[in-house]
């Protein structure tokens, strides 16, 4: 009796859970891409606050499984556990490799925005041609976000939600900010305007008319994440 008992107690996952829970799992399995609160309640229609619940009671039950729940800015999908990667080697064909100069201007974009073509290359110091943004367009890594109001009214740019999703990024914040980018070598802040450079200003655009040509010094590291994605 008791090594059945302790037999027992080895699987503890939960015996039952709610039909609203039933349905937002359903859901989020079938989804081709990430679902926010609402799009989920379009479905399922109940409260948010049933979803929210559900949502969070969710992602507590898949945590240590092989597949998470997880929320990347404020949309939620199923994805496969981070410690997993290493026997989920995908081999695919890549058609565009990233050049220097769309390296440069995501990076630009990432820590400017929003910000206007000319400003891009203002800071990098060179001109470049369309299809430089128009790759990082296509891969919907960035998305136009207006027009600034100057003469002229030029079109200015912000990174997409999935740029987010791809470098598995909950909130533009969480990007290494000046000093944690100088402490791993990739710049030297004694070169830069703290002032205008970081997460903390990516939408003040008042306060970024001063900017540094320093992002030749950081394409390591989106060249990295770019290489292990393509191997």
Not at 58 to 67: A, I, M, N, P, S
Not at 154 to 175: G, M, R, V
Not at 177 to 195: F, H, R, T, Y
Request: hydrophobic share 35%; glycine share 4%; with cysteine.
């Amino acid at each position: 009796m008791n090594k059945n008992k302790a037999n027992f107690k080895i699987i503890n996952f939960k015996n039952h859970i709610d039909d609203i829970e039933r349905k937002v799992e359903a859901v989020l399995f079938a989804a081709v891409e990430p679902l926010d609160i609402n799009s989920i309640n379009s479905i399922v229609k109940t409260s948010e606050i049933k979803i929210e619940k559900a949502l969070l009671s969710l992602k507590k039950q898949y945590e240590k499984r092989g597949v998470n729940l997880i929320c990347i800015s404020n949309k939620w999908s199923f994805r496969t556990s981070e410690n997993l990667s290493n026997i989920m080697v995908k081999h695919k064909s890549v058609q565009k490799k990233l050049s220097k100069a769309a390296i440069e201007t995501l990076a630009i974009i990432v820590y400017h925005q929003p910000v206007t073509r000319s400003e891009i290359e203002e800071i990098r110091g060179v001109s470049f041609g369309t299809g430089t943004l128009d790759i990082l367009l296509e891969l919907n890594w960035v998305k136009p976000a207006g027009r600034k109001n100057i003469p002229g009214k030029p079109i200015q740019y912000e990174t997409a939600d999935d740029f987010l999703s791809h470098f598995n990024i909950n909130k533009l914040s969480d990007l290494p900010n000046i000093e944690e980018l100088a402490a791993a070598g990739l710049i030297d802040n004694s070169k830069v305007d703290s002032s205008i450079f970081g997460t903390s200003k990516f939408f003040d655009e008042n306060k970024n008319e001063k900017k540094e040509n320093i992002y030749s010094d950081i394409d390591d590291m989106l060249s990295s994440s770019l290489q292990n994605e393509s191997e």
